[in-house]
T-cell receptor, first 114, second 117 residues
Framework: RKEVEQDPGPFNVPEGATVAFNCTYSNSASQSFFWYRQDCRKEPKLLMSVYSSGNEDGRFTAQLNRASQYISLLIRDSKLSDSATYLCAVKGPLYGGSQGNLIFGKGTKLSVKP | ETGVTQTPRHLVMGMTNKKSLKCEQHLGHNAMYWYKQSAKKPLELMFVYNFKEQTENNSVPSRFSPECPNSSHLFLHLHTLQPEDSALYLC????????????????FGQGTRLTVV
């Protein structure tokens, strides 16, 4: 099982739709979780951190499910400008091979159509 | 404005050339990273420096040689590369990975798009 897995998509949705992405991680001792957004030919930019209690930032909601080892990102009322690739990142435990490094998933491509 | 600056933004080099990529961060971070992103592939972690000490070398070929003279600067020296090394090379920084801090999100530079001919 890969350390961090995401459905590559693409997710093609109309404007105004609600779309959700999941990301699974293999190491149950992982400490921190993040969602990044990457536009075509640009660098990834932090979208939001994912807290145990879940967190919301405008139209974006992130959830963590430690029991099932996945994080999710929900985008409501999607805009054309939301079209991008969404990467999840997981910080592993300080011990073992991961040494607390951030491991990224392959990303999920979202395309919002008019 | 970005807290992590990479130069050059674009680089075309021959297989016999030697070049260096530079990264500088102004965020007061202690950890710096090199990632490689090839077309249609995920981000691949190459090297990690934590408080100027290399803590990760993710089985990277020796034709890539990192250097971290201080916590703010990171270099990637390139020599005798292959065409398959063409990719976007991204530098990132964060708080030290060995700290107990949870807010260790990484901030990326704009990348160097490398083409090996």
């Amino acid at each position: 099982r890969k350390e961090v897995e995401q459905d590559p998509g693409p997710f093609n949705v109309p404007e105004g739709a609600t779309v959700a992405f999941n990301c699974t991680y293999s190491n149950s001792a992982s400490q921190s979780f993040f969602w990044y957004r990457q536009d075509c030919r640009k660098e990834p930019k932090l979208l939001m951190s994912v807290y145990s209690s879940g967190n919301e930032d405008g139209r974006f909601t992130a959830q963590l499910n430690r029991a099932s080892q996945y994080i999710s990102l929900l985008i409501r009322d999607s805009k054309l400008s939301d079209s991008a690739t969404y990467l999840c990142a997981v910080k592993g435990p300080l011990y073992g091979g991961s040494q607390g490094n951030l491991i990224f998933g392959k990303g999920t491509k979202l395309s919002v159509k008019p | 404005e970005t807290g992590v600056t990479q130069t050059p933004r674009h680089l075309v080099m021959g297989m016999t050339n030697k070049k260096s990529l530079k990264c500088e961060q102004h965020l007061g971070h202690n950890a710096m990273y090199w990632y490689k992103q090839s077309a249609k592939k995920p981000l691949e972690l190459m090297f990690v420096y934590n408080f100027k000490e290399q803590t990760e070398n993710n089985s990277v070929p020796s034709r890539f040689s990192p250097e971290c003279p201080n916590s703010s600067h990171l270099f990637l020296h390139l020599h005798t590369l292959q065409p398959e090394d063409s990719a976007l090379y991204l530098c990132a920084s964060s708080l030290g990975v060995r700290t107990g801090a949870l807010n260790t999100e990484a901030f990326f530079g704009q990348g160097t798009r490398l083409t090996v001919v």
